[in-house]
């Protein structure tokens, strides 16, 4: 990580209890658990912005409460023919080529590795992914992931870009990164400069809540997006945090307005430790109902869970459908009543 200098970051509880002003034994209990760092910069926004940014950085002792959680709740592991790979779809794989993020997000879905020195992605890992990935011609996409991709070197990413692009049959590459969130001066011309040559590659970003979307985040985009590298964001759907249509519509178009095409909006997983921060499914549907047709369809995430056990992505979308017959009804959505023949056969 030559690039980015360890002041850039807290990692002690002492030094985020001073920061906020708060005790500090209930971080050391949270930290003797789970990994903490937040930047310099997600300090700052804590700060200017108070509890939906505090939420997502500072630990907290419900972390530990959370008994009924699953610690792997995606199944990654059992999906994962090498340590560094997960292949649940037909055609992509993730990629996991970190262990280090620049926040350790407390809703973290990752949270029983990521941060902790056991996830070290070595040379020899990737360099059995690859081979795994060379082996398996039906996957034609890759997702960089971690961890966070963007803590590594630019050297060390481009040598894991052009490795992947050495593969014949790997036809897009996608990076997911938080740190155009959490850490956006890491995101330079240097770095935009580098992934230009790896078309078509495209980045998906994670905001949460409309305080993050800075004139720093605003910048990393900028540079991404004028290397031509589509950009979305994944955010995920979190109590206290934007669980409620005015803020996620204050994001969403805060994100287009930074070319950010927002992409899921995910439903929170069942991971232990992250329990106080899941709404009911019904919560996401509400605010979906808000959203669509209100807002323009530009920013219109996919509203998603991710199935416990490693059953993938599953949509969901509120009821628009409310009789199947010879004519369809319909409610638009401003619940207004609208019909359509079923069968156009004459
Ligand atoms: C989310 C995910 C993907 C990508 O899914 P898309 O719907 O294509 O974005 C691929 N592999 C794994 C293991 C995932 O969790
Ligand atoms: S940046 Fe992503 S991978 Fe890293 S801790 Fe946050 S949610 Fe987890």
């Known amino acids: 990580m030559s690039s980015i200098s360890s002041e850039?970051?807290?990692?002690?509880?002492?030094?985020?209890?001073?920061?906020?002003?708060?005790?500090v034994e209930p971080l050391q209990t949270v930290h003797s658990v789970y990994p903490l760092r937040i930047s310099a910069y997600y300090l700052d926004l804590i700060?200017?912005?108070g509890l939906p940014l505090w939420?997502?950085?500072?630990?907290?002792?419900?972390?530990?409460?959370?008994?009924?959680?699953?610690?792997?709740?995606?199944?990654?592991?059992?999906?994962?023919p090498v340590p560094a790979l997960v292949h649940k779809y037909p055609d992509r794989a993730l990629l996991l080529v970190s262990h280090q993020c620049a926040m350790y997000c407390r809703f973290c879905t990752r949270k029983r590795k990521v941060g902790k020195p056991e996830m070290t992605v070595d040379n020899a890992a990737l360099t059995a992914a690859f081979h795994y990935l060379r082996q398996t011609p039906s996957i034609s996409d890759v997702?960089?992931?971690?961890?966070?991709?963007?803590?590594?070197?630019?050297?060390?990413?481009?040598?894991?870009?052009?490795?992947?692009?050495?593969?014949?049959?790997?036809?897009?590459?996608?990076?997911?990164?938080?740190?155009?969130?959490?850490?956006?001066?890491?995101?330079?011309?240097?770095?935009?400069?580098?992934?230009?040559?790896?078309?078509?590659?495209?980045?998906?970003?994670?905001?949460?809540?409309?305080?993050?979307?800075?004139?720093?985040?605003?910048?990393?985009?900028?540079?991404?997006?004028?290397?031509?590298?589509?950009?979305?964001?994944?955010?995920v759907l979190l109590r206290g945090v934007n669980d409620s249509a005015d803020i996620m519509k204050d994001l969403l178009y805060r994100l287009i307005r930074i070319?950010?095409?927002?992409?899921?909006?995910?439903?929170?997983?069942?991971?232990?430790?992250?329990?106080?921060?899941?709404?009911?499914?019904?919560?996401?549907?509400?605010?979906?109902?808000?959203?669509?047709?209100?807002?323009?369809?530009?920013?219109?995430?996919?509203?998603?869970?991710?199935?416990?056990?490693?059953g993938g992505k599953i949509p969901l979308t509120p009821e628009y459908i409310i009789h199947k017959g010879d004519t369809l009804e319909f409610k638009n959505y401003k619940g207004d009543s609208y019909s359509y023949p079923n069968c156009i056969v004459p």
């Open 8 to 23: 850039t970051f807290l990692t002690t509880p002492e030094a985020v209890a001073q920061a906020l002003s708060i005790p």
């Open 47 to 49: 700060r200017q912005h």
């Open 55 to 80: 939420k997502q950085a500072v630990p907290d002792l419900r972390e530990l409460d959370d008994t009924d959680g699953l610690t792997d709740p995606l199944a990654e592991e059992q999906l994962s």
């Open 143 to 235: 997702l960089i992931s971690g961890g966070d991709p963007l803590m590594l070197s630019t050297a060390r990413l481009e040598w894991i870009i052009r490795s992947l692009r050495s593969i014949p049959h790997i036809m897009t590459i996608r990076i997911g990164t938080r740190v155009p969130c959490t850490l956006p001066l890491r995101v330079t011309p240097k770095l935009a400069a580098m992934l230009k040559k790896y078309h078509p590659l495209y980045i998906n970003t994670h905001f949460n809540h409309p305080a993050e979307i800075t004139e720093e985040a605003q910048q990393a985009c900028a540079y991404l997006a004028d290397a031509g590298i589509p950009l979305g964001c994944q955010t």
């Open 259 to 310: 070319r950010v095409r927002p992409y899921y909006l995910f439903q929170a997983d069942q991971t232990k430790g992250t329990s106080h921060f899941r709404t009911a499914i019904d919560t996401g549907l509400a605010i979906m109902h808000d959203l669509i047709g209100h807002v323009t369809g530009m920013a219109i995430p996919t509203f998603a869970l991710d199935a416990p056990g490693g």
